[in-house]
């Protein structure tokens, strides 16, 4: 019985990390599927979890703070287009330069506006996204098995993990049954071919950004306001890299990305078990290494199974007209 | 009733920078005919193209289609116009389906499913029509060549295109696939569409259209009806016949062949056969000039013979005291090492790293030797040494080797590396395109080079698209057609109509023939 209840809080666990994991990664998706390699996930997902906790703590609204995390990671996303599409600069080093400005620029202004060494206040609940309960959990909850599996594991998450997973279906359809996916799609592969269609290049990569930019910014709402009560310094800790894998080993597409981060999510949620569990012969594993695993898992998954065939071709190229 | 003309040009004109690409090109495409563009690389013809369907704008010059003046300011205008581009690299996205690249940019709504539905009852009309048979839910990836050329077609069908531009549209194809295109030309015309055919092989010209309007240098030089002309006034008009200036020439040492080809094929990079069988011998103190209208194997032998592409069948060998293996060929090193230069045929491809500087570019292919490079530092000073001497032997202007090598003109360019591959005093010169985009100024001193090295007992192969050129620096001229060496003329012997008509594939023996009984009569 204690066994069953661990695969329940396991699988708990991992639905609640894999939400800000399944945002990121399906912004990452967005971008390269419109030809532009997104590295600054972390950096847009740190920035919208600033943003986020830092306007809900002083309008005590997560709504209000949801909306601030977006915005923050549609500029960013913006900014990003901007080098990449207009200017035509390298994708990573903007990349990098917008996660390397976030960690310093967010401690720097929740020090500035909080006084309370890079962080913002703790949100009180009315201020986050609290966990629902789905309807009937209630009333279920001493039904044996439906019980467990509804009352315990998929109800009682914030709004934010339930939209995370609402969006892959939702990505899915604007990728593969939507004119705007088409070219999406199409953009990432041979932007030449677009051109000469008829249809603006530019537009549709501004577009992408956009929509990159309001997925990490719900991505990075998550950990602050939801996962969270509040901004810390680094609190993305890598994940955005993690989505970018999840997306790599997802193969740039929904469903599979989706998996990929579940994996990533159960890893890590595995990982939080291990503290402290002391095995026969081994005894006790240290944490720094329970800590290292989802990113070793990572490594070893990305450099044994993730090929770059199926990347979008024309990802990470600057589309110049007459070459 | 008189009908418009589906295109028709009057002085248009193109200008970049200083070069007219385009001179007061007049054309004229007769409705529902097939109107051929001919011309040597570089002679203006894509510039042409470009501007026809809205890519480029003019700088002066009118634009009539049906009848009407209109100014391109896009593709999609001029797609409005009925104006569709086939071009040679095809714009496709490959892992789509056909339906799906079929479709992009025309879906007519913002639903996927309703549009295809749409476009497929839409096909099936088209497809009755013209003959297609496309696989509509393949990706493009798993099509052959031929059939994504299809694609592409049907794509501006699908359009509305009542004028459809085939930029070269055969380089890419087996001569099968040409044949299926050719039916599939003959068909579209049949159901009155307009189709302007670009290409420069005469033998497609005479095949399929009904008039030809032959280009060199930005000017039109010839429009005239298919049937009235052969491929060979079409091969003069297209290389031209400038005053070819004489040069003195020290004898040719027919004793033992400095370079030996013998039986050589080679595949393309598309894994067609590019060279078929080939012989020949060059010996020292000549000019073996390589002749033969573009896309016939030069390229293919000039990679052969320095290294870069591995035989299939055959071999080379090189004579004299450095080595006498055929293995050199096999790798540049050896092969520079063993005495043979090579002046490549794409300079800025090959020959160059534009972006790095004019000094760093002078020792490229040589930085391995013990004189530049010691235990694997470069020796700056001798490096500093030897720009200087190549800028100031060559007259490589401006005189500053630590400007990168992009910043400097196609001549300037030309004659650093030219210098950098006679340092070493090769016994053998491979060149391609010795004077492809260099200033007429340039262009005198190269030839001038060229003729000294001979003298001085070298061997050299040059191949060249610019036959007057060929025909002022060559002893011997050897003419490459499909991949096969249709013959090798002494200089004595050729003239341009000769060479011309061993282009379009007639065999060397009977025309030097034919030509003198031309003459008798």
């Known amino acids: ?323 | 009733m008189h009908v418009a003309p589906a295109i028709e040009t009057r002085d248009l004109c193109k200008r970049f920078g200083d070069v007219k690409a385009n001179d007061n090109v007049s054309l004229v495409v007769d409705q529902g005919s097939v109107h051929g563009i001919v011309g040597e690389n570089g002679a203006g013809k894509s510039t042409l193209l470009k501007m026809l369907f809205g890519f480029y704008q003019p700088n002066s010059g009118d634009l009539i289609v049906n009848g009407e003046h209109i100014s391109l300011g896009s593709p999609a205008e001029a797609m409005a116009a009925g104006i569709a581009m086939v071009h040679q690299h095809f714009m496709l996205v490959e892992p789509f389906t056909v339906l799906e690249n079929i479709v992009l940019g025309a879906e007519g709504q913002g639903l996927l499913k309703q549009a295809e539905i749409d476009a497929k009852a839409k096909l099936k009309g088209l497809e009755q029509q013209f003959g297609f048979d496309l696989p509509f839910d393949q990706p493009v990836s798993q099509l052959s060549v031929g059939e994504r050329q299809r694609v592409e077609i049907l794509k501006a069908l699908f359009r509305g295109a009542d004028t459809l531009i085939l930029d070269e549209p055969t380089a890419v194809l087996t001569p099968q696939e040409c044949d299926q295109l050719f039916e599939l030309i003959k068909l579209l015309k049949s159901r009155g569409k307009t189709i302007l055919f670009v290409t420069h092989k005469l033998h497609e010209i005479m095949a399929v259209t009904d008039s030809v309007t032959v280009i060199r240098a930005g000017r039109v030089i010839v429009r005239t009806d298919t049937a009235s002309t052969s491929p060979e006034a079409l091969a003069e008009a297209m290389v031209g016949s400038k005053i070819s200036r004489s040069v003195t020439r020290a004898d040719t040492d027919h004793g033992i062949p400095r370079l030996s080809v013998q039986n050589v094929s080679a595949l393309s990079d598309h894994s067609h056969r590019a060279l078929q069988n080939i012989s020949f011998d060059l010996f020292d103190g000549e000019v073996l000039g390589v002749a033969g209208v573009a896309g016939n194997g030069q390229t293919e032998l000039l990679e052969v013979l320095t290294g870069l592409r591995r035989v299939s069948d055959g071999f080379v060998s090189l004579s004299g005291e450095a080595t006498n293996s055929k293995d050199v060929f096999t790798d540049p090193i050896s092969l520079r090492r063993a005495g043979v230069g090579h002046v490549a045929e794409d300079r800025l491809k090959s020959g160059v790293v534009a972006s790095m500087s004019a000094r760093e570019n002078a020792i490229l292919g040589y930085h391995r030797e013990a004189d530049f490079c010691r235990g694997g530092l470069m020796r700056l000073s001798a490096i500093d040494q030897a720009a200087n001497d190549y800028f100031e032997n060559q007259d490589v202007r401006p005189r500053n080797p630590d400007l990168p090598v992009a910043s400097f003109s196609g001549g300037n360019q030309q004659k650093l590396v030219i210098a950098r591959e006679i340092a070493r005093d090769p016994q053998t010169l491979i060149v391609g395109q010795p004077t492809r985009g260099v200033d007429i100024g340039a262009v005198t001193k190269i030839h001038d080079q060229i003729t000294a090295l001979r003298n001085a007992g070298k061997a050299l192969l040059v191949v060249s698209a610019d036959l007057d050129e060929l025909m002022a620096i060559s002893d011997r001229i050897a003419v490459l057609c499909d991949g096969k060496l249709v013959g090798i003329v002494p200089i004595s012997e050729a003239d341009e109509r000769t060479i011309g008509l061993m282009m379009a594939g007639s065999a060397a023996s009977s025309l030097v023939g034919s030509a003198t009984e031309g003459q008798d009569q």
């Open chain 1, 1 to 323: 019985m204690e066994f069953i209840t661990d695969i329940l809080l396991l699988s708990d666990s991992t639905l609640r990390i894999s939400a800000p994991l399944i945002l990121a990664a399906l912004a990452g998706l967005c971008a390269e599927r419109a030809g532009i390699v997104d590295i600054g996930l972390e950096g847009k997902m740190l920035a919208a979890a600033f943003g986020a906790a830092a306007a809900a703590a002083v309008s005590g609204s997560p709504w209000v703070g949801l909306f601030a995390g977006i915005m923050v990671s549609v500029i960013l996303a913006l900014l990003h287009g901007y080098v990449s599409i207009h200017q035509r600069g390298n994708q990573i080093v903007s990349g990098m330069a917008i996660n390397i400005m976030v960690a310093g620029l967010a401690p720097t202004l929740a020090n500035a506006w909080f006084s309370l060494g890079g962080q913002t206040p703790l949100l009180d609940n009315e201020a986050r996204f609290t966990a629902i309960d789905l309807p009937f959990a209630k009333s279920l909850e001493g039904v044996p098995m439906v019980g467990a599996l509804y009352s315990d594991l998929l109800s009682g998450h914030s709004l934010l993990t339930y939209l995370a997973f609402a969006m892959v279906p939702l990505v899915a359809w604007i990728l593969y049954k939507t004119r705007f996916g088409l070219r999406l799609r199409a953009v990432g592969e041979n932007p030449e071919a677009v051109d000469t269609a008829g249809i603006s290049v530019t537009l549709l990569r501004y577009q992408a950004m956009v929509i990159a930019g309001v997925l990490c910014g719900m991505s990075g709402s998550a950990l602050s306001t939801a996962l969270g009560a509040g901004f810390i310094r680094d609190m993305s800790a890598g994940k955005g890299f993690l989505a970018l894998a999840a997306m790599i080993f997802g193969r740039w597409k929904p469903v599979p990305t989706l998996l990929a981060c579940l994996l990533f999510a159960f890893v890590d949620a595995l990982q939080g078990r291990l503290q402290g569990v002391s095995f026969p012969l081994i005894g006790e594993i240290p944490v720094q290494f329970t800590i290292m695993l989802p990113y070793v898992i990572t490594v070893v998954i990305l450099a044994g199974f993730a090929g770059k065939m199926d990347a979008p071709r024309a990802s990470g190229i600057p589309y110049e007209k007459d070459r």
